[in-house]
């Protein structure tokens, strides 16, 4: 079965930013969001690192991308995202009640910095070299990371590339990749875990399910709308 013919009917809620349909089975959450997403442990020149205001992922993101670097698993990190992600102080989806109840999770930072520029301070803190960190400020979610990817790597076929965010959102990253990035690549799919968003643990907190629910219902929605690749699940 392919994302797109998965049984579910999301409706999306542009001014709530939300899905409003009936919750998802948890069964088909993981099926939909989980399978067939694993590190194949292969090494890469670059390791691409997507954008969060959420800040135990973006603190999540960096420290795996520093593990990876300091391994030699890569050698170079692009970090990604603007001042507009869907994750942004401006933009966050989550529902008040949800965050009030999940504070220690939930919180998002609110500077004036670029997700991007922020991971990059980071990463230079935890001692990444400022000259192995490429940063694209100008890409507001996967899709836009993707699309604009060649103007800040180059690629070419066979390469291998790896992959680095939380683990509900690595589907979504290989399905955008798969979309816009015409080139064929082997994905190492790398999770940043923060002990709350992972398939064993999200039903734990609102805020987990919530997240996972949402990203369920947004990956079978952008598929059947041709915005990311139809992927076998």
Same mark, same amino acid.
């Given at each position: 079965?392919?994302?797109?013919?998965?049984?579910?009917?999301?409706?999306?809620?542009?001014?709530?930013?939300?899905?409003?349909?009936?919750?998802?089975?948890?069964? =088909?959450?993981?099926?939909?969001?989980?399978?067939?997403?694993?590190?194949?442990? =292969?090494p890469s020149e670059y390791a691409i690192?997507?954008?969060?205001?959420?800040?135990?992922?973006?603190?999540?993101?960096?420290?795996? /991308?520093?593990?990876?670097?300091?391994?030699?698993?890569?050698?170079?990190?692009?970090?990604?995202?603007?001042?507009?992600?869907? #994750?942004?102080?401006?933009?966050?989806?989550?529902?008040?009640?949800?965050?009030?109840?999940?504070?220690?999770?939930?919180?998002?930072?609110?500077?004036? =910095? /670029?997700?991007?520029?922020?991971m990059q301070k980071y990463g230079i803190?935890?001692?990444?070299?400022?000259?192995?960190?490429?940063?694209?400020?100008?890409?507001?979610?996967?899709?836009?990371?993707?699309?604009?990817?060649?103007?800040?790597?180059?690629?070419?076929?066979?390469?291998?590339?790896?992959?680095?965010?939380?683990?509900?959102?690595?589907?979504?990253?290989? /399905? #955008?990749?798969?979309?816009?990035?015409?080139?064929?690549?082997?994905?190492?799919?790398?999770?940043?875990?923060?002990?709350?968003?992972?398939?064993?643990?999200?039903?734990?907190?609102?805020?987990?399910?919530?997240?996972?629910?949402?990203?369920?219902?947004h990956l079978v929605r952008l598929t059947?709308?041709?915005?990311?690749?139809? =992927?076998?699940?």
């Amino acid at each position: 079965m392919k994302l797109s013919e998965t049984p579910i009917n999301p409706i999306w809620n542009q001014e709530l930013k939300n899905y409003t349909n009936e919750p998802l089975d948890f069964a =088909l959450i993981d099926k939909i969001v989980f399978a067939g997403i694993y590190d194949n442990e =292969l090494p890469s020149e670059y390791a691409i690192c997507f954008g969060t205001s959420r800040k135990i992922e973006m603190v999540a993101r960096v420290e795996k /991308a520093v593990e990876l670097y300091q391994k030699g698993r890569i050698k170079k990190v692009l970090f990604t995202g603007g001042k507009n992600g869907i #994750s942004s102080a401006k933009n966050n989806q989550t529902p008040e009640e949800i965050n009030k109840d999940n504070l220690d999770i939930s919180y998002i930072i609110n500077d004036e =910095l /670029a997700e991007a520029e922020r991971m990059q301070k980071y990463g230079i803190e935890l001692g990444i070299p400022k000259e192995d960190i490429i940063i694209d400020c100008e890409s507001n979610n996967s899709n836009e990371t993707l699309q604009n990817l060649f103007k800040f790597i180059k690629l070419k076929d066979n390469d291998n590339i790896i992959v680095i965010t939380s683990a509900y959102h690595l589907k979504r990253c290989l /399905a #955008s990749s798969k979309k816009y990035v015409h080139l064929n690549l082997t994905y190492t799919l790398v999770a940043a875990e923060t002990g709350y968003f992972e398939k064993d643990n999200y039903r734990e907190t609102k805020l987990g399910r919530e997240l996972l629910n949402f990203e369920a219902n947004h990956l079978v929605r952008l598929t059947r709308e041709n915005k990311i690749a139809d =992927l076998e699940i």
